[in-house]
Structures are given as C-alpha cells and as structure tokens.
C-alpha cells in the first residue's frame, strides 16, 4: 500500500499480546520504539498509545519510563487477581473504543497487536474509510486479522530491529576449520603410508630377484 507523507497516523499497542508473542516466539522483548518507527515511517504520528498492565509491586515503572520517553502514551490498567490465583488486565474493549473516537480525525490507524478478537474493529475501520494496518509476529498473528488489514508489517522478518538485545544464532552443525582439515591430514598420513609399503615391497622384490639370479 502507498504511503503519503500527509497521511495522519494513530498507532495503538495491546502490549501484552506484543510482550508474550515475542517472549513465545524469540525468547525476547520488543523494542516498542523501534515498532513505532517502522509503522508510521515518513507519514505524520497523531499518536501512539501504550495498553498497559500494572502490577501490585510496581515492578513495570522502568518500563513505563521508557515508553514515555519515546513519545509513547500510557493507558494503564491494575492486575485484576482472583481467589483462584488468576490474573488478567483485558485492554481489549478500551483499545477498540479509542481507535474508533479517534478514527474521524486521521487517515491511518495502525494495531500493534495479532489478537483476532479485532477483526471486527479493522473491518468497521475500514467500512468507515480509515486505513487500518496491522504490525505483529507472524508465528503468533490470527490468519484473518492478516487478511482483513490493508497492510502487514511481519516484524518476525527483522528479529534484529523489533527485538531487545536478539542475536542470530549460529547453526551448532557449522565446523571449525580445525575439523575440516584433519581429513586431510589423515589422507596425508595414509597416501605415506601406502608409499613406504610401496618401497618396501619392491625392495624385497628385489631381493628376491637377486637370490635367482645368483
């Protein structure tokens, strides 16, 4: 899809469904910044909203911190705890009701997220003449959200930009050249070995001629 550099652009984050995707996935944390970069490129950010969960410790504040210090906005949720030991903070519903408050004022709406509960808000989006993009890990991203959306950003494509502190990992097949060259050494040893036979026979053979002819 073509993008406008006056294209107005909201971007809207279900940080929990981004956090254990990338958790589930890479065994990593997202780099939101770099997230938000990607999706509004060189088009105008309206705003970028963070849909958070706070916990009883307050152990998210550094978190919390950097996502401000991005230019991200916070909408923050305690952790509801039940009697059986369950924990939920569902953004689900408060997302939806933003990105369709704030529809009538940009051109753009971009979900940070691969939950399929919207598809119903990306179809009313679009039924509505509001863009509507979608970023997310592919591995963990509902098959129809993918389809419903304008665009795909698979961040799954660039671990090395999306990720905090990821590396590619080296293939544990991989030989060192230490182990590639002992083939040949040992064909080396083997090929002298076959010529000190070689002269040994025909030394003998020769012997041998010698105790004939005399």
Known sequence: MIQRPDQR???FIDT?????????????????????DAVVGSRMMSRAIAYVAKSKGGDETAFFEALLAHGIELKIKDVQEYASGAKKAD???GMAVDAISIASKVDVIVLA??????????????AHGVICEVAAFTESTNARLREVADAFLDLSTEP?????????RRSTTTESPMKKEKPADTEKSTQE???????SEGSDESMRKVRITY
Request: proline share 2%; aromatic share 14%; no cysteine.
């Open 9 to 11: 652009v909201a971007v």
């Open 16 to 36: 929990q469904n981004m956090y254990h995707s990338a958790k589930h996935v890479f065994n990593s944390k997202v780099n939101f910044a770099s997230l938000v």
């Open 91 to 93: 953004w689900d519903v």
């Open 113 to 126: 997220t691969g939950d399929g509960d919207f598809v119903p808000l990306v179809e009313f989006l679009k």
């Open 160 to 168: 090395e930009r999306y990720l905090i502190g990821y590396r590619t």
């Open 193 to 199: 070995k076959n010529n000190r036979r070689k002269r």
